[in-house]
């Protein structure tokens, strides 16, 4: 599967979008990005998934550049209660374990 | 549904005690996942099945030992509890395949202190 790196930390004011980058640059033709978020120690919740489209749901947009070697998740009206650490994962069409690799995510800190 | 169900909230353990930690799913999902989460850190893979009957080893397994009889349970055990196992054990299950069908539903969690 392919690294991600994300900023560590991000601050975003309540009710603007939140913009939060995802770099992969290795990854391959098969693989899916995939973002999770975990709430104040909470299990990770599912947010969105793509492999080259750019996707939109109920919570949040995903824009993947067209070399597919980044792409950024879009809170389009951010709330103090998407305060939490995002992670971008990029994992293959594989059979087998089907785990994710979480990195350390990006902080997302929403301010009044 | 009440989803991904995990039991106790928090345990502490003395430095050599066993435990097993308890993970329900109510979803009929193939693939269930256990993970660690340590202070400041991401997840790693323990163990995973993906159906009963059938277990594998994932990243950080050493100290571990997991068994799948039912596709509702997957139990954690920890035989000789040690401080480094001190961690927030995640449970999660998915309906598997590929793809888009990766989607994980994670449990609350347990919050394990060895002293």
């Known amino acids: 599967d392919a690294k991600t790196t994300q900023p560590p930390s991000m601050d975003c004011a309540e009710g603007r979008a939140a913009n939060l980058p995802c770099n992969h640059s290795?990854?391959?033709?098969?693989?899916?990005v995939y973002w999770y978020r975990q709430i104040h120690s909470q299990g990770p919740q599912y947010i969105i998934h793509?492999?080259?489209n750019n996707e939109t749901n109920e919570m949040a947009s995903l824009i993947i550049t067209e070399d597919r070697k980044s792409s950024t998740l879009i809170l389009p009206h951010a709330t103090l209660r998407d305060t939490a650490v995002y992670y971008c994962?990029?994992?293959?069409?594989?059979?087998?374990?089907?785990?994710?690799?979480f990195g350390t995510g990006t902080r997302l800190t929403v301010i009044p | 549904n009440a989803g991904v169900t995990q039991t106790p909230k928090f345990r502490i353990l003395k430095i050599g005690q066993s435990m097993t930690l308890q993970c329900t799913q109510d979803?009929?999902?193939?693939?269930m996942y256990w993970y660690r989460q340590d202070p400041g850190m991401g997840l790693k893979l323990i163990y995973y099945?993906?159906?009963?009957?059938?277990?594998d080893k994932g990243e950080v397994p050493n100290g571990y030992n997991v068994s799948r009889s039912t596709t509702e349970d997957f139990p954690l055990r920890l035989e000789l509890a040690a401080p480094s196992q001190t961690s927030v054990y995640f449970c999660?299950?998915?309906?598997?395949?590929?793809?888009?069908?990766?989607?994980?539903?994670f449990g609350p969690g347990t919050r394990l202190t060895v002293l």
């Open positions: 099945s993906v159906g009963a009957g059938i277990t």
């Open positions: 979803m009929n999902h193939n693939y």
């Open positions: 999660a299950s998915s309906y598997g395949g590929q793809g888009p069908y990766n989607e994980q539903f």
């Open positions: 994962i990029v994992r293959g069409d594989q059979t087998g374990a089907n785990n994710l690799f």
């Open positions: 290795t990854i391959s033709g098969n693989e899916y």
């Open positions: 793509g492999l080259k």
